[in-house]
């Protein structure tokens, strides 16, 4: 060790590549609570608490949120991405790369209808919100940043705060925020309902509207939340629609997994605006039937 002139492996390298007994022996206290708190608002819905590696570590709480969250159709300029991923992606690595692992601080991923809440304790270097466009970024455990760069879990220093912002934006329509204390915390909201821009540089929305949810699609959800469809989005599924499509291709085209919800939400309000007219339009269930562009 370095203060007493010896070689050996540091904490860092416990935590990213050690057995869970070693991490136990080395850090006690390391755990990731990962809840899921929708219906059942005085419990949870769904737990898993992480006491593994941070490989590992990173990969369990990344399956937890895509478990639980829709990935929604996002076009970045004409690209299709998936914001959730990318979301996923800066807040857990953040959590894991910049967590004080001195801290008895039991840290937190917590998904609710109108949020995801990242807890984790942390060395302090200010107080309060952090605005992006004064943030210095500060590295906070170099190492293990290291290593999550070089495997592709994280960008450089100060990227993944413009990043939340950024898919955040396309994904909810409203601002993340990064408080600072004691305990770091990041909110991204989850609430669609005042969405008018969707990404840089769009300011126009297309008058077409559907209903999405956040949570798990095979369970009814209450409260429908209302999106307005960008009308990027709305013009590249349409021109798509210039040659005759099944439902199953529009669906593979907006790279939504869930049939019933791209049927319900996406397919149907189209149909129903006049932007898209079925092929049998006296037999709306038929096994044959395509949509085009009206």
Do not use: W
């Not at 990935?71 to 991923?85: C, E, M, T």
């Not at 989850?190 to 949810?213: D, E, I, N, R, Y």
């Not at 959800?221 to 199953?248: F, G, H, M, P, Q």
């Amino acid at each position: 060790m370095r203060k007493e002139g010896r070689t050996g492996i540091t904490l860092a390298a416990v935590l990213l590549f050690g057995t869970d007994n070693m991490i136990a022996s080395a850090c006690a206290h390391h755990k990731t609570d990962c809840i899921y708190r929708v219906y059942n608002v005085d419990r949870y819905d769904d737990r898993e608490v992480i006491l593994t590696n941070l490989l590992e570590s990173y990969e369990q709480m990344f399956a937890f949120g895509q478990k639980h969250l829709n990935d929604l159709f996002v076009l970045d300029g004409i690209q299709s991405v998936s914001a959730r991923d990318k979301i996923l992606r800066e807040i857990i690595s953040n959590s894991l790369a910049h967590r004080d692992y001195s801290s008895g601080y039991v840290a937190k991923l917590l998904i609710e209808r109108d949020r995801i809440t990242v807890e984790n304790g942390n060395r302090v270097h200010g107080i309060g919100a952090l605005d992006i466009r004064s943030f210095e970024p500060f590295a906070k455990n170099p190492a293990i940043s290291k290593v999550f760069r070089e495997i592709g879990y994280a960008d450089e220093l100060g990227s993944g705060m413009r990043n939340s912002y950024k898919y955040t934006m396309m994904y909810s329509g409203a601002e993340p925020e990064f408080i600072e204390g004691d305990v770091f915390k990041i909110i991204i909201p989850l609430s669609f309902g005042s969405m008018t821009k969707v990404g840089p540089g769009t300011s126009a929305v297309a008058s077409a509207q559907v209903s999405a949810q956040v949570g798990k699609s095979s369970v009814q959800v209450d409260e429908a939340v209302t999106v307005k469809l960008d009308i990027s989005r709305i013009s590249a599924l349409l021109e798509y629609c210039t040659n005759e499509r099944t439902a199953a291709e529009l669906q593979q085209f907006c790279e939504i997994s869930f049939r019933e919800y791209f049927r319900k939400n996406i397919l149907a309000p189209l149909v129903k605006s006049g932007r898209l007219k079925r092929t049998i339009p006296d037999k709306p269930n038929s096994s044959k039937q395509k949509y085009v562009r009206a």
